[in-house]
């Protein structure tokens, strides 16, 4: 009786196994070119969605709280601050620099939130299309296609653009919104 030998089959698995990992971990590909998933596009792109799938009733609760507490004084208001910025923190703290997190929250943070809970808007985004600058690596601009519910229940789309800076990896300098074709103000003048 002879014996067979399985050493061509382990070297025939050995080697599909090795190609089917090859083929997993390599960069996709887009019209014959490679990408590389860009860590800024990825973190503006988180920014985008947790800014304006809106309102955001977490956050809202805690900054409502923390707003119409009178006395600043009492311990209460202090926790409180403490569970706003902590939520805030574990929210948008790892993609901002410390100084283009300031910024963002004082200028953008609660913004589209606020004004889509005051007016009884609903916003959710539908795609986000980020762009870097050739020249100037750490710019982006972006593009959002946003849905949104009025508060009489008709559905609309929204095309909201801005820019944004990178200066350290995964990390944003600044954040801007240029132009929600008038939405802001459309949410400001319902929800008087």
């Given at each position: 009786?002879v014996?067979?030998?399985?050493?061509?089959?382990?070297?025939?698995?050995?080697?599909?196994?090795?190609?089917?990992?090859?083929?997993?971990?390599a960069?996709?590909?887009?019209?014959?070119?490679?990408?590389?998933?860009?860590?800024?596009?990825?973190?503006?792109?988180?920014?985008?969605?947790?800014?304006?799938?809106?309102?955001?009733?977490?956050l809202?609760?805690e900054?409502?709280?923390?707003?119409?507490t009178?006395?600043?004084?009492?311990?209460?208001?202090?926790?409180?601050?403490?569970?706003?910025?902590n939520?805030l923190?574990?929210?948008?703290?790892d993609f901002?620099?410390?100084?283009?997190?300031?910024?963002?929250?004082?200028?953008?943070?609660?913004?589209?939130?606020?004004?889509?809970?005051?007016?009884?808007?609903?916003?959710?985004?539908?795609?986000?299309?980020?762009?870097?600058?050739?020249?100037?690596s750490?710019?982006?601009?972006?593009?959002?296609?946003?849905?949104?519910?009025?508060?009489?229940?008709?559905?609309?789309?929204?095309?909201?653009?801005?820019?944004a800076?990178?200066?350290?990896?995964?990390?944003?300098?600044s954040?801007?919104?240029?132009?929600?074709?008038?939405?802001?103000?459309?949410?400001?003048?319902?929800?008087?």
């Amino acid at each position: 009786m002879v014996k067979r030998q399985k050493k061509p089959v382990f070297v025939f698995i050995g080697s599909l196994f090795s190609l089917l990992l090859v083929a997993c971990t390599a960069n996709h590909t887009k019209n014959g070119e490679q990408l590389v998933q860009d860590p800024n596009r990825q973190t503006i792109e988180n920014v985008l969605q947790q800014l304006l799938n809106a309102p955001d009733e977490e956050l809202l609760t805690e900054y409502y709280y923390v707003t119409h507490t009178v006395d600043e004084k009492t311990e209460t208001t202090s926790s409180a601050t403490d569970k706003l910025n902590n939520l805030l923190e574990e929210r948008f703290g790892d993609f901002f620099t410390k100084t283009g997190y300031e910024k963002f929250i004082d200028e953008l943070g609660f913004k589209y939130s606020i004004e889509a809970e005051s007016s009884e808007y609903q916003l959710m985004v539908n795609g986000i299309d980020v762009t870097q600058d050739k020249d100037a690596s750490q710019h982006y601009v972006f593009k959002v296609h946003l849905v949104y519910t009025t508060d009489e229940g008709e559905e609309k789309t929204a095309l909201v653009t801005g820019k944004a800076e990178s200066r350290e990896k995964g990390k944003l300098s600044s954040i801007e919104i240029k132009d929600d074709e008038g939405l802001e103000q459309e949410m400001i003048e319902n929800g008087q």
